[in-house]
């Protein structure tokens, strides 16, 4: 009789929740998503988390990354297209200077924020970008992947679980018409949508 030899695990991370993807052009990637795999609506965001946005931290340098954002979903798999429009060093522009463009990360909203970086940097994961979160004593932090695993990891705090419900949220109420839901930033949507993090 076989015995299941995972059985003891626990998923510190949760299930993956977030793909990211990195972009050269997000009108095109999002048109391909919506017209050719029937994937929609998508939230658009033109200036991201603003301009200029909040500083964040690349291997412990300060830099300032403005980007394009939309976000989507495959079920209750969040989509992440990111456009970088400036030129600021990211895991982004190094990714796209690799000449690769496509999945670049995978999100997670953990439930125990601690213990989940303890566990992934235990297994050899490096942090390499911190983006302070406003207002939240926890930031989200990508990790470069060992090199059998591919992908960065996102590790994003439980607080943070609120924005991705709202935008899930606004999603499934789109009737129909412009499958582009557009904002500025994300901050003008986190206020639309009375996002208040206790």
């Not at 990354?65 to 992440?80: K, N």
């Not at 601690?114 to 911190?130: I, M, N, P, S, T």
């Not at 590790?155 to 609120?162: D, E, N, S, Y």
Request: proline share 8%.
């Amino acid at each position: 009789m076989q015995t299941d030899q995972h059985a003891d695990l626990k998923p510190v991370l949760g299930p993956a929740t977030q793909l990211g993807f990195v972009v050269r052009d997000l009108d095109a990637a999002v048109r391909h998503w919506i017209d050719v795999l029937g994937i929609g609506p998508f939230l658009f965001l033109e200036n991201g988390t603003g301009r200029p946005p909040n500083p964040s931290r690349f291997r412990g340098e300060q830099v300032s990354i403005e980007m394009r954002l939309a976000f989507g979903f495959i079920g209750d798999v969040q989509l992440e297209l990111i456009q970088q429009v400036n030129d600021a060093p990211s895991p982004y522009t190094e990714f796209l200077a690799s000449g690769r463009e496509g999945l670049q990360h995978l999100g997670y909203w953990v439930p125990d924020y601690d213990e989940a970086r303890r566990r992934v940097e235990q297994a050899g994961y490096e942090a390499e970008l911190v983006i302070p979160i406003v207002g939240q004593d926890q930031s989200i932090v990508y990790y470069k992947s060992p090199s059998v695993v591919g992908p960065m990891l996102e590790i994003v705090p439980p607080r943070w679980r609120k924005a991705r419900e709202a935008v899930s949220e606004r999603l499934k109420s789109w009737t129909g018409g412009d499958p582009l839901i557009r904002y500025d930033t994300y901050g003008d949507f986190l206020t639309d949508a009375k996002v208040v993090f206790d």
